[in-house]
């Protein structure tokens, strides 16, 4: 089976790549990335010479480019992960989300349908989303499959309307397709743009901790392998036109996460207890900030089996020795483009 992943050099998707070129020898492996700034070859090293891996690099809002990819390789799998994918970026410069996110998106659907419509049978595109399609929760209440769409930021509402379009590719052209939409996840090879590696990259080099308003935002936290090893079942046992959220069942407060993991990088670097939590800092709230996410993943633990497999505790150790234990690849990345964001955001 050839399979197309998209945005396979990111966070999720090199983690989805690793599992799926090894796990499976006689499936071909096509990872296309554009290499933006939160895609890193570096992730794949352990599978770059795999002779079911096939790297490649190009742009999905290239429409022309797609299109001959797919007349070339005649992929018969999609598992689509590529996009812009940070909420503060998408309120910074939002029309880049939409090329991506969507016209990306759209680019795909037709060239899949393309290749596929006289022969549906065996074929799969599987859409990879996010649980801020929903909006914001009040303190009560589960986002499920059936909760109405309320995107509150430019981010959401472009993975909103790029879920959209592979439903109505379903309707239309009877495309067959699986949608999940995940909660947060954390774990290696995260960008230090999103909060757990950021702060965890802060504390390294006892920098302050940017905490938005008053930090009593919540969100729901998954393991990023969790994520990867729903997405490999859903890809192969997901029921056709079914969607399906994945959630840890773990809800935090932005506060009690950080407060968590000051405790635990002051163990981890032997520093004297209290130390990290002296550095964070309440700064000026994210413009449309969502006040909770929280999924009810029942539907996928009933029909798949699937649950987490470890804690959020055990999934954290393992984060901070991750990231303590490879520096240079955070160095790589904080240094050039980087420090620029890092400015333009928080003023420092
Ligand atoms: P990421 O930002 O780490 O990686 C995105 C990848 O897409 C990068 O490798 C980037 O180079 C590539 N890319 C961006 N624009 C592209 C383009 N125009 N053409 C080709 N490649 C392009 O993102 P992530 O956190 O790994 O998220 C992956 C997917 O999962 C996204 O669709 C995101 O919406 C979704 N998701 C993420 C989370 C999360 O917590 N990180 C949760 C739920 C869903
Ligand atoms: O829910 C799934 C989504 O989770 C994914 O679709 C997104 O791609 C992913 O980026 C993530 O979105 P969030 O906005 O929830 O993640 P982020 O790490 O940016 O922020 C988590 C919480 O921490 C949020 O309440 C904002 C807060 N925060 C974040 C940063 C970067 C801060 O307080 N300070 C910060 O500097």
Redesign the pocket.
């Known amino acids: 089976m050839k399979i197309l992943v998209t945005g396979g050099a990111g966070f999720i998707g090199s983690h989805l790549v690793k599992r799926l070129v090894k796990k499976y020898p006689e499936y071909l492996i096509f990872n296309l990335d554009a290499l933006t700034y939160a895609g890193n070859i570096e992730n794949l090293r352990e599978v770059q010479n795999h002779a079911n891996y096939k790297f490649i690099k190009g742009d999905i809002s290239n429409g022309i480019f797609i299109e001959n990819l797919f007349n070339s390789y005649q992929f018969e799998g999609v598992i689509h992960l590529a996009?812009e994918?940070?909420?503060?970026r998408s309120i910074s410069n939002p029309t880049v989300f939409v090329k991506t996110n969507v016209l990306g998106t759209v680019n795909l659907l037709n060239s899949s349908i393309n290749i596929w419509k006289n022969d549906l049978k065996n074929k799969r595109f599987y859409h990879v989303s996010?649980?801020?399609v929903y909006g914001s929760l009040a303190s009560k209440g589960l986002f499920n499959e059936q909760t109405p769409y309320d995107p509150k930021?430019p981010?959401?509402a472009s993975?909103a309307s790029s879920d959209h379009f592979v439903r109505a590719y379903g309707k239309t052209y009877n495309m067959p397709y699986v949608i999940s939409n995940?909660?947060?996840?954390y774990g290696e090879f995260h960008f230090p743009?999103?909060?757990?590696p950021?702060?965890i990259n802060n504390i390294i080099n006892s920098k302050p901790l940017?905490?938005?308003?008053d930090?009593n935002?919540t969100?729901?936290w998954l393991y990023v392998k969790d994520h990867v090893n729903a997405i490999d079942l859903l890809f192969h046992k997901g029921k056709n036109h079914e969607t399906y959220n994945i959630g840890g069942f773990n809800e935090y407060k932005?506060i009690d996460l950080v407060r968590l993991l000051c405790k635990k990088m002051d163990q981890k670097l032997g520093r004297e207890h209290g130390s990290s939590e002296k550095l964070i800092t309440f700064?000026k709230d994210?413009p449309g900030?969502?006040k909770r996410?929280a999924v009810d993943a029942n539907k996928i633990n009933k029909e798949l089996g699937w649950k987490p497999s470890i804690t959020f505790e055990e999934g954290l150790d393992k984060t901070i020795e991750w990231y303590i234990n490879n520096s240079e690849w955070l160095e790589s990345i904080a240094s050039g483009k980087y420090k620029e964001y890092y400015k333009n955001?928080?003023n420092r």
């Open positions: 996009a994918s940070h909420v503060d996010t649980d801020e930021s981010y959401s993975k995940c909660s947060n996840n743009e999103k909060l757990i950021l702060f940017p905490l938005y308003g930090g935002y969100r729901d932005n700064i994210r900030h969502d996410y955001q928080y």
